[in-house]
């Protein structure tokens, strides 16, 4: 196939656990309130995974909707590239047991990619490159299970994070695309999640007492702190990168962490409140699944026209941070 002149989003998929849990609910749990939670995040709820699910069943689920919503069949795939962060097993890859969801055993390379919160934003720009190479599509997505590496006893992350799939095909595009895109990081330990190793029985490893350090830990206003900025120096930077003045983005989908961090990010692009999808009341903050999972709700509420120009940046831990502008191809 000819090299394609654009690379864009061919279609979106999603998919979310049933069970509900509320801020009430978190109420019964740590000392907290839904008032607290709702003003300080916006999060009014979000989803846990079930006991019969994993994060490579909903990476899959996602993406069969994702290939019938952009009418590929599986076997014109080139790759398959999950982005998580909460994988069921260090290995074999999530990606490899979508790829046998999909029927694909053997027949291309899949593989996963740990980019805290911007794994969805660092896992496009890698298909951008390989569907520019030989104009085959990408299958990219982002899964989560936050809600198993939450410490259930610590109020200051367990009302944040929820669990939830989302996916896209990327694919050569005839019009529009992606315009502008880039992926940064840095090494900051105000946002980590230690590996949970066998330290007890290891003969080569002094004794070590159980640690709670296999959850989610979190410096919360230094995390807010570097996520305000990043998110502005992604505008900036995708603008200038663009040529498109940031008061001309069409519409925002930003990693969905926290309500605030939206309208930081809203009064430094100069856009109305209106150009920025929010979930984050719905789902909390899902990790690598949150742009795809906003992405594909905006597509489908008609929030995203063809020829629109959409952002999509995320920031996580790394940190990291990345950004693509995409010219909607519809
Ligand atoms: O996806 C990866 C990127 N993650 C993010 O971008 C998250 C960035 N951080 C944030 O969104 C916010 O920092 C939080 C929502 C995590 C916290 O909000 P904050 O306004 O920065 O609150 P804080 O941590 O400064 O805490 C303020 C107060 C403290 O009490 P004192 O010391 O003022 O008495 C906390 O102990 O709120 C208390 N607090 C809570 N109270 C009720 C912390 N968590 C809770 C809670 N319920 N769940």
Redesign the pocket.
């Given at each position: 196939m000819a090299h394609p002149a654009r690379v864009g989003i061919l279609g979106t998929g999603v998919y979310v656990p049933e069970r509900v849990l509320t801020n009430a609910e978190?109420e019964k749990l740590?000392?907290?309130?839904d008032q607290?939670?709702r003003e300080?995040?916006g999060i009014r709820e979000r989803r846990i995974i079930g006991p019969e699910e994993t994060v490579a069943t909903m990476a899959a689920a996602a993406a069969r909707q994702a290939l019938e919503n952009s009418g590929i069949e599986p076997g014109q795939l080139s790759h398959i590239i999950v982005a998580t962060n909460s994988p069921d097993y260090l290995y074999p890859a999530v990606a490899i047991r979508v790829q046998d969801a999909l029927g694909l055993n053997g027949s291309l390379g899949a593989f996963d990619l740990q980019a805290?919160?911007s794994g969805f934003n660092y896992a496009l720009y890698l298909a951008e490159r390989l569907v520019a190479a030989d104009g085959r599509p990408v299958l990219v997505i982002g899964s989560d299970a936050n809600s198993r590496f939450t410490d259930w006893r610590d109020?200051?992350?367990?009302?944040?994070?929820g669990d939830g799939a989302g996916a896209v095909v990327a694919g050569p595009v005839a019009q529009g695309g992606i315009l502008a895109s880039f992926v940064a990081s840095s090494l900051n330990m105000k946002?980590y999640c230690e590996t949970e190793f066998n330290a007890e029985v290891s003969p080569f490893l002094p004794r070590q007492e159980t640690t709670r350090r296999h959850y989610i830990y979190?410096d919360?206003?230094?995390?807010?702190k570097?996520?305000v900025n990043a998110v502005k120096e992604a505008i900036r930077r995708i603008s200038e990168m663009s040529g498109i003045p940031r008061e001309e983005f069409d519409y925002l989908i930003i990693?969905q962490?926290?309500n605030?961090?939206l309208e930081a990010a809203a009064r430094f692009a100069k856009v109305p409140m209106e150009k920025l999808y929010v979930n984050v009341d719905r789902y909390g903050?899902t990790?690598a699944a949150?742009v795809p999972l906003a992405l594909h709700e905006a597509v489908l509420s008609g929030h995203i026209k063809p020829g629109d120009k959409v952002l999509l940046c995320s920031?996580?831990?790394g940190v990291t941070w990345a950004a693509a502008l995409l010219e909607w191809s519809g």
């Open positions: 978190l740590v000392d907290t309130s607290w939670i300080r995040t805290g919160c109020r200051s992350t367990c009302v944040l994070f946002l979190m919360g206003p230094e995390i807010f570097f996520a990693h962490a926290n605030r961090i903050n990790s949150s920031f996580g831990a």
